[in-house]
């Protein structure tokens, strides 16, 4: 199929399964841990730059606790994903001395691809509506086997206080379906499938529950 749609998306690359794809996408792991940081900064309707002045070292270290999780995660499900730094760097040729720096560069240069990334209006965005629950709980799930996602599942708790409106809706199955494919069945998994419309803090008291 590749070669065959290739000439006709010449930018596009071939992987080696949805998991690496998945994986790879850091997007995520990103938008929610900056809102969570900056939600007194959201809520009080201040303009700042989401990436350079929304990623100070404290941050920064937030985002590579939780893209550290991801990458764990990947290889605990066989797939090799690169790094937050070598994410950035491989998709815009960017990469600081630090994840700051990185940031800032992503913004700030006379290319930078961030320089229009605007910051949510309000809470209700989809960098928390759509990024937690199609995000950030299936990795959570995932993790849960290989016991790799303190920091992504503070971040989900977090959500679920910060941001009531946040629901589950486009959560499935994906653990119980991973783990039922290689015939591994886990130990564990949060309570899937979750109702439309079902509230963060109901899937995480659900998951205490479960223990």
């Not at 950030?136 to 992504?152: F, H, V």
């Not at 199955?173 to 109901?202: D, K």
Request: proline share 9%; net charge neutral; glycine share 6%.
């Amino acid at each position: 199929m590749f070669p065959r749609l290739s000439p006709l998306f010449p930018e596009a690359v071939a992987a080696p399964n949805i998991l690496y794809t998945g994986f790879t996408n850091a997007n995520a792991t990103l938008h929610v841990a900056n809102c969570v940081a900056n939600a007194g900064r959201i809520e009080s309707g201040e303009r700042y730059k989401f990436c350079a002045e929304g990623v100070t070292p404290a941050v920064a270290r937030l985002y590579e606790a939780i893209n550290a999780e991801r990458v764990a995660v990947a290889a605990a499900v066989g797939a090799s994903v690169p790094t937050l730094a070598d994410w950035f760097e491989r998709v815009y040729g960017v990469r600081g001395a630090t994840l700051v720096e990185t940031c800032q560069q992503l913004t700030y240069n006379s290319d930078g691809p961030y320089q229009a990334t605007g910051t949510p209006k309000s809470l209700d965005h989809k960098f928390i509506t759509e990024d937690v629950p199609t995000g950030l709980i299936p990795m959570s799930a995932l993790g849960a086997e290989a016991g790799t996602t303190p920091a992504n599942h503070e971040m989900v708790s977090s959500s679920a206080i910060l941001f009531p409106f946040t629901n589950a809706r486009a959560v499935t199955r994906p653990a119980a379906l991973y783990w039922r494919s290689r015939a591994q069945p886990p130990t564990e998994h949060p309570p899937w499938p979750i109702r439309p419309g079902t509230g963060l803090a109901e899937v995480l008291q659900a998951q205490e529950m479960a223990r």
